[in-house]
């Protein structure tokens, strides 16, 4: 389950150009329950914008 998740959010960081607000409206969870779960899976919203 961990590694789907970790794709997931990655995925969607990815398809919002590392818009985490945008990731999350998407993703349909509040923005900071999605930056806990980037904190989980040491993920970066940089690393996904051009």
Do not use: C, W
């Amino acid at each position: 389950m961990s590694a789907f998740e970790r794709e997931y959010l990655a995925a969607m960081l990815e398809q919002h150009q590392g818009d985490v607000t945008t990731a999350a409206k998407d993703a349909g969870i509040p923005r900071g329950t999605y930056y806990r779960l980037m904190k989980n899976h040491g993920l970066k919203a940089n690393d996904f914008r051009g």
